[in-house]
């Protein structure tokens, strides 16, 4: 596709659940970002990969969260025994280079922890 | 730390202007600007470079005063696609300059 693509785009999950978000970013970007947005706020840094490498986890908020990305361009973001705090718009973004450059954004997850 | 925006929303008619600023507690390397509606993904609009250099699209122009580590969007004439919140990300010295620490946004609402 032309954009960044994120599934699903809402989930709904009984606190203690595991989810997975998937990301796949626009072919050929290099780096990749995850943010999360809570209601009426601005995207919140999680995580950066460029490539395969995760150079950059320090925004996520527990050892609950985990992200991948093993062949450097589809990613994943897992979120372990999910709790209510969780809820929140989950948006990944790519871009062609490295650093500090224009990113795409996708839709984002909306997950709902109940 | 989170760079503030102002105002916190603002309401247009159609071919009004507005500015809408973005301030930083720290020393700033670059300053992105995003639109974003509701449900939908944030759109790239601008990005602005120390020492100057501006890249974006759109009718839409900027400024970056580095020594006031202040940045501010300029909306002239505005349309009703204008509408949506608009975030500034900002980007420190050193290596993590990708990491971008966004404000909490602007409402613009443009009316007929």
């Known amino acids: 596709g032309a954009g960044v693509s994120q599934s699903p785009r809402y989930k709904v999950a009984k606190r203690g659940q595991d989810v997975a978000l998937r990301c796949d970013p626009i072919?050929?970007?290099?780096?990749l970002f995850w943010y999360q947005q809570a209601l009426g706020q601005g995207p919140e840094f999680l995580t950066y990969?460029?490539?395969?490498?995760?150079?950059?986890k320090s925004g996520l908020p527990s050892d609950r969260f985990f992200a991948e990305r093993p062949e450097g361009s589809v990613s994943t973001l897992k979120i372990q025994r999910t709790q209510q705090e969780d809820s929140a718009v989950y948006l990944c973004a790519s871009s062609l280079g490295i650093g500090n450059t224009e990113a795409f954004f996708g839709q984002g997850t909306r997950l709902t922890v109940v | 730390q989170q760079p503030v925006q102002s105002p916190q929303a603002v309401i247009l008619r159609e071919g009004e202007d507005a500015v809408i600023n973005c301030s930083s507690s720290?020393?700033?390397?670059?300053v992105h600007w995003y639109r974003q509606k509701h449900g939908e993904a944030p759109v790239f609009l601008m990005i602005l470079l120390k020492g100057g250099e501006q890249k974006g699209h759109e009718k839409i122009s900027a400024s970056f005063n580095e020594k006031k580590q202040q940045s501010s969007l300029y909306l002239t004439a505005s349309q009703l696609s204008y509408s949506g919140t608009y975030f500034c990300?900002?980007?420190?010295?050193?290596?993590?300059?990708?990491?971008?620490?966004f404000g909490k946004g602007t409402l613009l609402t443009v009316n007929p």
């Open positions: 720290k020393a700033l390397y670059s």
């Open positions: 990969f460029q490539n395969e490498a995760q150079l950059d």
């Open positions: 990300g900002t980007a420190g010295y050193g290596g993590s300059n990708y990491k971008l620490t």
């Open positions: 072919s050929g970007h290099v780096s």
